[in-house]
């Protein structure tokens, strides 16, 4: 949980290889049914050739309806984020993020808070180096509304009968 906050939702993600299409997008809404944004996961990078594809990247985004950015992380696999050329090409998609079992990650946009829990996470196995593409990996994705904050205070009147000061 984020201190202080209470999510408004939560949904389950899970990616398992052969899921060649895998792209999950929730909606964020309140309880009363307002949208909020949107948030989920997709497959980023694959690697090797053949079926199934051989996922190495999983990027999860949260776009907020309040925020001109969609932010986004990349978890990566041990040998992706230890790849230089990988991250290098994964750079522009958004943060590289070392994808481990019980890991939590945050995605923070001007009105969300999104926290992503690496729940199960699996590498496959064969010809490939070793750790370098996911079996599974199932993520817990959480939206919290940030507290709405007073606004700011209004500065003071100028009072043209004081003396300036400069």
């Known amino acids: 949980p984020v201190a202080g906050l ?37 497959i980023s990078k694959t ?12 990027e999860c985004f949260v776009f907020d309806k309040n925020d001109v950015r969609t932010v986004t992380k990349v ?8 790849d230089e050329a990988l991250r290098a090409e994964l750079a522009p998609r ?3 993020v070392l994808a481990k079992a019980g890991e939590t990650i945050y995605l923070e946009t001007l009105t969300l808070i999104v926290q992503v829990q690496i729940i199960d996470l699996a590498y496959g196995s064969g010809a490939l180096p ?14 919290y509304p940030k507290a709405k904050s007073a606004p700011p205070p209004m500065p003071p009147a100028f ?6 000061s400069i």
């Open 94 to 96: 958004g943060e590289p």
């Open 47 to 58: 690697i090797g050739v053949g079926d199934p594809k051989k996922v190495t990247a999983i």
């Open 159 to 164: 009072d043209e009968t004081q003396p300036s």
């Open 6 to 42: 209470t999510a408004v939702d939560s949904f389950m993600s899970a990616y398992i290889m052969g899921d060649d299409f895998y792209d999950d997008t929730f909606s964020i809404e309140t309880p009363s049914g307002e949208f909020l944004g949107e948030t989920g996961a997709g």
């Open 75 to 82: 978890l990566m696999s041990e040998h992706a984020f230890n």
């Open 130 to 143: 070793p750790n370098s593409f996911f079996e599974r990996l199932t993520l817990k994705i959480s939206a």
